[in-house]
Nanobody
Framework: QVQLVESGGGLVQPGESLRLSCAASGNIFSINTMGWYRQAPGKQRELVAAITRGGSTNYADSVKGRFTISRDNAKNTVYLQMNSLKPEDTAVYYC??????WGQGTQVTVSS
């Protein structure tokens, strides 16, 4: 079992920044890829960014150049730095690890 605890969501204005954190615990040695997904009301959950243990990254086109995913393997934590936020980034953001594991979600709201 792997447990994921997210933090860092909130309400910001367009153009501002937020950093999300996801701390993993449990049987983490088997986890290679960790990432962030998001789900807006009425829409499907979508991949935002992912990172492997070795540091290879993958981003959704909609966030390239604005979001940065990083990982601290010693702390078993993955981060999502979100800059230049837009109202369309408003969603519940979920941490994801391996194939099976999901965090509880953290709300990000971008509104003036």
């Amino acid at each position: 079992q792997v447990q994921l605890v997210e933090s860092g969501g909130g309400l910001v204005q367009p153009g501002e920044s937020l950093r999300l954190s996801c701390a993993a615990s449990g049987n983490i040695f088997s986890i290679n890829t960790m990432g962030w997904y998001r789900q807006a009301p009425g829409k499907q959950r979508e991949l935002v960014a992912a990172i492997t243990r070795g540091g290879s990254t993958n981003y959704a086109d909609s966030v390239k150049g604005r979001f940065t995913i990083s990982r601290d393997n010693a702390k078993n934590t993955v981060y999502l730095q979100m800059n230049s936020l837009k109202p369309e980034d408003t969603a519940v953001y979920y941490c994801h690890a391996g194939i099976l594991y999901w965090g509880q979600g953290t709300q990000v709201t971008v509104s003036s």
